[in-house]
């Protein structure tokens, strides 16, 4: 169980910096498509944020508690922090792999959560794999890009 643990602990650690990433770049772009993109990044942050709490309540349902500090979430994500503000453009790249990070660790922690026969937190987490596959979806077309 432990290690079912864990993975839902990288999986809050993954979805929060890309919850906070999202929500600077939704800051801080720039550019001919501003009005587009900063609605689209908050569309998109508001969703990540919102998912943040739900997973902390699955690891606290799963009798373990969440980490509780940014030093902590730091050291669980695979997602890398940025110092810089990057071009629209590069925002769009960045967190089209930020989204697939997210989706593998949602996909390990399924993957755990089904072997522990936890069904009810299988369904969760196969349900924030499908709005991740959204999520995907929704940056590569507005990135213009064909999939």
Same mark, same amino acid.
């Given at each position: 169980?432990?290690?079912?643990?864990?993975?839902?602990?990288?999986?809050?650690?993954?979805?929060?910096?890309?919850?906070?990433?999202?929500?600077?770049?939704? #800051?801080?772009?720039? %550019?001919?498509?501003?009005?587009?993109?900063?609605?689209?990044?908050g569309?998109?942050?508001?969703?990540?944020?919102?998912?943040?709490?739900?997973?902390?309540?699955?690891?606290?349902?799963?009798?373990?508690?969440?980490?509780?500090?940014?030093? &902590?979430?730091?050291?669980?994500? &695979?997602?890398?922090?940025?110092?810089?503000?990057?071009?629209?453009? &590069?925002?769009?790249?960045?967190?089209?792999?930020?989204?697939?990070?997210?989706?593998?660790?949602?996909?390990?922690?399924?993957?755990?959560?089904e072997?522990?026969?936890?069904? %009810?937190?299988?369904?969760?987490?196969?349900?924030?794999?499908?709005?991740?596959?959204?999520h %995907? #979806?929704?940056?590569?077309?507005?990135? %213009?890009?064909?999939?």
């Open positions: 169980m432990e290690e079912l643990h864990n993975a839902l602990k990288i999986v809050l650690a993954d979805t929060f910096t890309m919850y906070f990433k999202t929500h600077s770049y939704h #800051w801080n772009v720039i %550019g001919p498509n501003f009005n587009d993109y900063h609605a689209f990044f569309t998109l942050y508001t969703e990540l944020h919102g998912a943040v709490d739900l997973i902390a309540e699955q690891i606290r349902a799963a009798n373990s508690f969440a980490p509780a500090s940014l030093n &902590r979430l730091e050291e669980l994500t &695979r997602i890398q922090e940025a110092d810089t503000i990057p071009t629209a453009d &590069r925002m769009f790249q960045i967190l089209i792999n930020d989204n697939n990070i997210v989706l593998d660790s949602l996909k390990q922690a399924y993957e755990l959560a072997k522990a026969e936890e069904l %009810g937190l299988a369904n969760f987490l196969q349900d924030r794999m499908d709005i991740h596959k959204k %995907g #979806w929704m940056l590569r077309a507005t990135a %213009g890009m064909k999939s």
